[in-house]
């Protein structure tokens, strides 16, 4: 069955070859590209040991892990589990973690929590930490709004103090209009440079029916990490413009660039193997934007 994977994974990228999107020769250096744990989630609860010795071998540089709990990362500490990441050849660079906007009764709580996750991170030498998400309620009205734009910048505070950067990550939802503004455009304008930077996922802008380049524009430097996310395995669509976003990286401030696939054609193992080639062989992908 395995084999089987492999030869569609093959003719696959064969065929982006072929139509000319990515270079047919292999590259000629490795490229420091990154993986969301979560595009393989069955396979680290299954075997988190072997899941990541295959991804580091297959060439993934580093992960940004899906699976923060109570100052723990995969259910291991901080300091072992940046142990086993890096002794599979990679390095422990992000993380996706979140608690949501705390009604005012449970904010010291709420501190409390991210008090705990920013100190995983630093044991764990950890430099940066993304939320993830926003619930449909956090688009209510712009006061509403405000409020998530605040606990962003108090969260980037807490953690700019410990020598860690908090940022965001979007889905689609963040580009409708509240009360006659751009939501996503709203946090920009209301979040400190200095305390909060923005994961911008390619995919689910143009799911919100949005530019990139627009937004690199608008706001240079604001955006020090890609989701580099696609319908299933990156460029499987063919309708994601990536080369504008990678061509345009120093005018986002990107530094970092980490694949994400959340809808299969096959094994999720397989599926981030395709997706890491797809980027290995694009000519507009350099070796590092560090």
Known sequence: MKRITYFFGFLFLACFMAAGIVSCEAPEEDKFIGIQLWSVRGDMIADPEGTLRELGEMGYS???TANYQDGKFYG??????RALVEAKGMKF????LGRELPPE????????????????????????????YMPKSAFENLEVLQRWADYFNTIGE???????????HNHAIEFTEVEGIVAYDYLLDNTDPELVFFQLDL???????????????????????????DK?????????DFRASYEN??????????????????????????????????DYVLPDYR
């Open 232 to 240: 299933q395995e990156v460029g499987a669509s063919g309708t994601i």
């Open 203 to 229: 995919y689910w802008i143009v799911e919100g029916g949005k530019d990139p380049v627009d937004y690199f524009r608008r706001y240079p430097g604001r955006f020090l990490m890609y989701h580099v996310k």
């Open 105 to 132: 009764e449970e904010w010291d709580e709420a501190m409390e929590w991210w008090a705990t996750a920013i100190d995983a991170h630093v044991r764990g030498e950890v430099p940066y930490m993304v939320l993830p």
């Open 249 to 282: 990286a120093e005018l986002a401030g990107m530094r970092y660039h980490i694949v994400e696939v959340e809808d299969y054609n096959y094994e999720p193992i397989e599926s981030v193997r395709v997706s890491l080639e797809y980027l290995m062989n694009a």
């Open 76 to 81: 291991m500490d901080p300091v072992s589990f």
């Open 62 to 64: 580093f992960i940004e």
């Open 158 to 168: 807490m953690a700019r103090e410990k020598g860690v950067r908090f940022g965001f």
């Open 93 to 96: 660079i992000s993380s996706h």
